[in-house]
């Protein structure tokens, strides 16, 4: 019977997670049904006491996730109604928009920021803050334009060798960084800072030396296309149905966290840079090289982004724009700050910020209203979702409100 | 000669929003709590600053603008670290994506369209004046003392926030927060005050630095067109140990770069495209930080979560 | 000193609840004006929850106090302080880069419109450390200040609040004894000027020699109210924890070998900020000898452990294991060569506190067979090893995917001991085992120890606790500012010679 339903959860979970990438809304549901079988299978093995306390940190860990998000949508619609924009019908665009209609613009936006957000999660955990994502983003994507322009190879071995050496690249674009981080204590969060903004400043320059030349091209801020052999191939191939624009990247994404989540918890270098994170003193103590742990992760951090930036590149835009600012980089730390720094969380925080952006863009275009709007509701659902102590302190005043008033009744 | 003056002259200029902002930076991280919203905060300062300038034509009434939102929305920095404890570091990010999402929002609000807002008619630097007597002093009259009133204020600010901390009751309350917090709380004295107070001082000028950068340095407001300044200026606080004059020379260091990366554009000497140029402080701010971070001691609980309860 | 004379505080029914503990159960007591009275407990008895609800940092539960009879509420320390109360922490409250002076009247300044004067302030400092003779410099930073003169800073602040009444949370926890007769000698000095005193202290000896009265507190409730004049360390003992204890712990003779295995020769270590913190130390540990590091804290024991387990670049000198010189091999090298390290703060460095039992204690060795296998850790032979860890050492826990952060103290210490001792090292370095511990875990842990002796490692122990080098120490090796200036057999000695030596006279 276990066996049985280990195989079944196996199969939907697959099943749901390829038609779900290839934008088939519906998808979820089975991977919904994977989930739930799980659960019943570790349950029915838990005794009655151990089930109960892991339902309840179940259930408070989705707490904070829903309230944070509900709440931002209310206060989200309460700025829309004193702005003059109808926050009901925004909604429904929004929700239409995002999860239904252009789900597989959901899923693209999704993409780039798995990458990114695990980026910046895997620094996070070796206690680093890379808030220059934005900056190895770029330098990916350079990279990545740059080999796909000029060659090509059959077979897609040039592909993976366009993955490896743009992620190698953003990698070593942290080492500097890195290194003055482990020398000097010179803080990763201002040097990072400045090297991501190095990066697209040079950006311009490459674009105008790749074919945006506004003396020469007709596109001024645009590279050439890369190589049609070098395009990711886009998911029908495989998944009859899928929309066309969505892309193996997807997929890529979906296993790169999976590996992440891997490297994390369950082999020894995961072991070490969390040790490290946690307490780089107690680690250093124990004789681990907590210099190596932090270049180790933040190498990793910055390939990451490479990966990211590159995927963009040959999968959906085949070309490089200049100051197309997507902000990937940026919305990465959102979305790894939303995960708590969960790698497999990391997947869910994207799509959600992916639904918003998709969301908000068809909200703008049927509503007329601002899909800055969606930048503000981003915002305030990171706000609740971060200050856990925030219902402690609303719990904290109501309940002091309450006391007094009890006093000055008995009073 | 005229060459020399014109760059140093700049340099005060350029200097400018970096000092103010890394005054607060020196106020808030003094009183122990790390401030990386201050792009954010800038960001927020001019924008309004733009906005009030243009609704009501002044220049004088968009500073104030600039710096009353600057000042309120650093109290949302104050709230979560201090109030409701999140990471210092975190809420500093999400300030700053949030302060990039508003102004965008204000911007499709008010003007209809996202990127630039309109000119403003008369700007702060329209009213250069020249200080009489010491406008006239060789070399340093013209660089110092030739200037727009913010450069003036910037000067006031340097000196005001050295006295602040090292001479007044409230500034021995503040070195005291960041450094041993639970010390002040024994003797009675909240830290929760003190340090929203901190971020208070750094929110209003870092208003004051993106109101410059508005409508001083620039006539409009543009998305974004803070360009890493908020980040700079920590550096310039971190570069300076933590005072208020040790910042203002390595604000001075920056605005040096800046100022130079301008003239040798200008002529024209390199035949490299201008980004390579651009790049010169972000480089500079790299070097400065690595350089002179051994030299200082943060202060011992900068950074750090303050409750009661934890402490005992 | 009369029964007569009037009470100047009085708690009633004090009672102080925390989400999971009772910290205080009905306290009562009252204090005399000219009185020192003791508070006696274990860590964790509530002595220090008792003092910070006197002192307006929590608010009782339930149950009032009382000042000169009049019923008070304190809503900050700043009621406290403005009824008259003063305390000095154990942990100092002090601002180590700023003055004696601005220390002193922080939160007091005087001066107007908010502009401190520094001259007046001065003034008063001076004028203070005068009538009370405690001579300080009042410009001098407080972090170049030795531990014994920060803690006359801390009384000089109390008392230029004009605090009535002093007290004093374990304050002889940091000084040599020399130090603490001279704070016996302040305190008398107090009392006479009409100052009541509070000394918290789990120290019997030194209920006995200063105070006039005791309360004796166990698990949150007061367990006795005796004069010291009449009763003996023996019952105050029994009274604090609860059973009868041997006061001292037995150690059955060993033989130790005869070649030292671990030796330190002509040793200097600069720290970063160019001080010189270990001065041509050397010393040497024969395997099945326990060598005790008496001294006060901050004259290099931690720079000497960091240097033993090279984590802090020494200038010169030679560290010698087995005959083989280890001092530029890495940490993680040194461990391989069988050295462990139990280090003094078990949160800081001991420990990963958001990790579980089981990664705690394959932290060192989670790249080493059979732990991991390539990439990957080995999730059985490490549920495996860290089961059976538990069980010999005695953690308790629920599970071993629990993580360190819930445990008690004691259990923390246990997981160390467990990671340290289980890898059979050959010399083994402890730094103040016991800190912050009850006895229950001292007597396990020193018990323990001695067990390593058994085993013939080489133990170099370093402590603060002069008792606790004296019962476990073969050999006493006193350090003062960086250097061994005196070697001492326990069996012909006491602690007051060797405390000499801590601080410098001789």
């Known amino acids: 019977m276990d066996k049985l339903l280990t195989g079944l959860k196996v199969i939907a979970g697959v099943v749901g997670v390829v038609f779900w990438a290839a934008s088939q809304f519906w998808g979820i549901l089975l991977v919904l049904l994977a989930l739930g079988i799980h659960m019943v299978q570790n349950f029915s093995r838990m005794d009655r006491e151990d089930a109960v306390k892991k339902l309840k940190d179940l259930g408070m860990s989705a707490f904070y996730p829903a309230v944070g998000i509900l709440a931002a949508i209310v206060l989200g619609g309460l700025i829309m109604a004193l702005t003059g924009y109808d926050p009901i019908n925004a909604y429904k665009a929004m929700f239409y928009g995002g999860l239904v209609k252009n789900w597989h613009i959901s899923l693209l936006n999704a993409t780039p920021l798995i990458f990114t957000g695990l980026s910046i999660a895997v620094a996070f955990k070796a206690g680093l803050f890379n808030i220059g994502a934005e900056g190895q983003y770029y330098v990916g994507s350079m990279i990545a334009t740059w080999l796909a322009i000029r060659f090509s190879l059959p077979l897609g071995l040039y592909i993976l060798a366009i993955f490896i050496l743009a992620g190698l690249a953003a990698a070593a674009y942290n080492i500097i960084p890195t290194w003055l981080k482990i020398r000097t204590g010179a803080h990763e969060v201002v040097t990072t800072m400045m090297f991501a903004h190095i990066a697209t400043k040079y950006s311009t320059i490459f674009v105008r030396n790749n074919g945006g030349d506004p003396a020469v091209s007709k596109h001024a801020y645009v590279t050439d296309a890369i190589q049609e052999a070098n395009e990711l191939l886009p998911l029908k191939t495989i998944i009859p149905g899928a929309n066309y624009r969505v892309h193996m990247g997807v997929l890529l994404a979906l296993v790169t966290a999976i590996v992440i989540w891997y490297l994390l918890y369950k082999t020894k270098i995961g072991f070490e840079i969390r040790a490290v994170g946690a307490n780089k003193t107690a680690a250093r103590t124990q004789g681990i090289n907590s210099g190596r742990a932090i270049m180790t992760a933040m190498l990793i951090a910055g390939f990451l982004c490479g990966i990211s930036g590159t995927t963009q590149v040959l999968g959906l835009e085949h070309k490089m724009y200049e100051n197309l600012n997507a902000g990937y980089g940026w919305n990465g730390i959102s979305v790894a700050l939303l995960a708590g720094n969960d790698p497999i969380g990391v997947i869910f925080a994207a799509l959600l910020w992916g639904i918003l952006d998709a969301g908000g863009q068809y909200m703008a275009r049927t509503t007329q209203t601002p899909s800055a709007v969606v930048e503000i509701i981003k915002g305030i659902i990171l706000f609740l979702i971060l200050a856990k102590y925030l219902y402690f302190w609303f719990g904290h005043k109501l309940f002091k409100g309450r006391k007094k008033a009890a006093a000055g009744e008995a009073a | ?312 | 000193m009369t029964e007569s004379d009037a009470i100047v505080l009085e708690t009633r029914n004090i009672s102080k609840r925390f989400p999971r503990v009772l910290a205080n159960n009905n306290i009562n007591i009252t204090l005399r004006k000219g009185e020192i009275i003791s508070l006696l407990g274990e860590n964790g008895a509530g002595k220090s929850t008792l003092m910070n609800v006197l002192y307006g940092l929590y608010r009782p539960t339930t149950g009032t106090i009382l000042l000169n009879g009049e019923e008070v509420e304190f809503s900050s320390p700043r009621d406290a302080i403005n009824r008259g109360m003063g305390m000095v922490h154990q942990h100092f409250m002090l601002v180590d880069p700023l003055t004696v002076t601005e220390n002193i009247i922080l939160g007091m300044e005087p001066g107007r419109r908010g502009v401190i004067d520094y001259k007046a302030a001065r003034k008063e400092v001076k004028d203070l450390s005068d009538r009370y003779r405690l001579e300080i410099d009042p410009d001098s930073l407080v972090e170049d200040l030795p531990v014994g003169l920060q803690q006359r800073v801390e009384i000089l602040k109390a008392l230029y609040r004009k605090a009535r009444i002093l007290i004093l949370d374990e304050p002889t926890a940091v000084l040599t004894p020399g130090e603490v007769e001279d704070l016996f000698k302040v305190i008398h000095r107090l009392r006479d000027s009409g100052v009541s005193v509070i000394i918290i202290t789990h120290k019997l000896e030194e209920v006995r020699a200063i105070s006039d009265r005791v309360y004796i507190l166990r698990r949150g409730e007061i367990a006795g109210e005796r004069r010291t004049s009449d009763c003996t360390k023996t019952d105050l003992a029994n009274l604090m924890v609860g059973r009868d204890v041997v006061l001292t712990v037995s150690k059955d003779k060993h033989e130790a070998a005869d070649k030292a295995s671990f030796e330190i020769k002509n040793l200097n270590v600069i720290n970063d900020r160019h001080v010189r913190v270990i001065n041509d130390l050397s010393l040497s540990v024969r395997p099945g000898e326990i060598v005790g590091i008496a001294g006060v804290d901050g004259n290099g024991q931690t720079e000497l452990a960091e240097a033993i387990m090279g984590q802090m670049v020494q200038e010169s000198g030679e560290i010698l294991f087995k005959g083989n010189p280890v001092q530029n091999l890495s940490t993680r090298a040194r461990r391989d060569l069988g050295i462990s390290y139990v280090p003094t703060d078990r949160q800081k460095a001991g420990l990963v506190l958001p990790f579980t039992i089981a990664e705690n204690v394959i932290l060192g060795s989670q790249d080493e067979a059979p732990f991991s296998k390539g990439l990957a850790l080995q999730r059985k032979p490490i549920a495996e090893y860290s089961r059976k860890l538990v069980k010999d050492y005695d953690v308790r826990c629920a599970s071993i995917d629990e993580e360190v952060s819930n445990l008690s103290g004691g259990n923390q210490q246990k997981v160390i001991l467990a990671r340290e001792f289980s890898r059979e090292p050959d010399f083994l370095l402890v730094s103040q085992p016991t800190r912050g511990l009850d006895v229950g875990a001292i007597e396990y842990i020193h018990s323990q120890i001695l067990k390593m002796r058994e085993k013939n490692s080489a133990i170099l122990l370093i402590s603060l606790e002069l008792e606790e080098i004296f019962s476990l120490a073969d050999r006493i090796l006193v350090l003062f500012e960086g250097k061994i200036v005196k070697e001492f057999d326990p069996s012909e000695t006491n602690d007051k010679e060797v405390g000499l030596y801590m601080t410098g006279g001789n």
């Open chain 2, 1 to 312: 000669m005229e060459f020399v003056i014109e760059l140093l002259s700049a340099t005060m200029r350029l200097a400018t929003p970096i000092a103010l902002a890394a005054m607060g930076a020196a106020v808030c991280e003094r009183s122990g709590i790390v401030n990386i919203a201050m792009e954010g905060l800038m960001l927020i300062g001019a924008f309004f600053a733009a906005a009030v300038a243009l609704a009501t034509g002044s220049p004088w009434l968009g500073l104030l603008g600039g710096v009353i939102f600057g000042g309120l929305f650093s109290l949302l920095h104050a709230w979560s670290t201090v109030t409701l404890h999140i990471n210092h570091t975190v809420s500093g990010a999400i300030i700053n994506i949030l302060a990039a999402g508003l102004t965008r929002f204000f911007m499709v609000e008010f003007y209809g369209h996202p990127g630039s807002s309109d000119m403003v008619q008369k700007t702060l630097g329209d009213l250069n004046c020249a200080v009489p007597l010491l406008s006239k002093i060789p070399l340093l009259g013209p660089v110092l003392f030739d200037q727009s009133p913010t450069v003036y204020f910037m000067y006031f600010f340097v000196l005001f926030t050295s006295f602040l901390l090292n001479r007044t009751k409230l500034g021995l309350h503040i070195r005291a927060a960041g450094e041993h917090p639970m010390a002040l709380e024994t003797l009675g004295i909240s830290v929760k005050k003190i340090r929203y107070i901190g971020v208070l001082y750094s929110g209003l000028l870092c208003g004051f630095a993106g109101s410059f950068l508005a409508i001083e340095y620039g006539r409009f407001f543009t998305e974004g067109m803070t360009g890493g300044r908020g980040f700079i200026a920590l550096a310039a606080n971190v570069s300076g140990g933590w005072t208020a004059v040790g910042s203002f020379v390595a604000a001075i260091f920056f605005g040096f770069i800046d100022a130079l990366q301008l003239k040798l554009q200008v002529m024209g000497i390199f035949k490299i495209p201008p980004e390579f140029f651009h790049m010169l402080p972000y480089a500079a701010t790299v070097i400065a930080v690595a350089g002179l971070v051994r030299r200082s001691r943060p202060p011992a609980d900068s950074g750090n979560d303050f409750s009661i309860e934890k402490e005992m």
